[in-house]
């Protein structure tokens, strides 16, 4: 199942989901080879990845499936220098209830700002992380941005 605080989030809000159960996974190829979902789903899917600021601040910046982020401009979205963000670790994650695989950018954690890049605004129905790295959640990108407390949309991503 999904991280709980996930859960309460979306319920909170009356936010319709599926959950997708598989094998645990951890990179894209894995996404391939050990879940049910095609390039395709791929293409309209949101990978967050997170980061911890010298501040102590922890980012979450979600992307589409196939960008790559661009670290000088996540940078300056949540007003740090680029050399002050730094890719969070498996403890950073385990206190925000999360593994290596699942992050979400479905989080109300007070100690976390959520950047989500321009594209995903109209992306639809995306795939996104759970907070687990054994299940996916499908859920409108609209949504995504509906729940999620002081939200930062920037353009954060090359595709």
Known sequence: MPSPAVVELLEKAGVEYVVHRHDAIRTGEDILARTVFTGDDVLNSVKTLAFGLLSGVIVLAAIPGPGRIRYGQLASAVGARRQD???????????????????TPLCAHPAVTVVVDTAVTGMGRVLCGSGRSDCTLEVASSDVMGVVPGIVVADIATL
Do not use: K, N, Q, S
């Not at 963000?85 to 992050?103: F, K, S, Y």
């Open 85 to 103: 963000v730094r890719p969070a670790g498996p403890d950073l994650l385990g206190r925000l209830d999360m593994e290596p695989g699942g992050v």
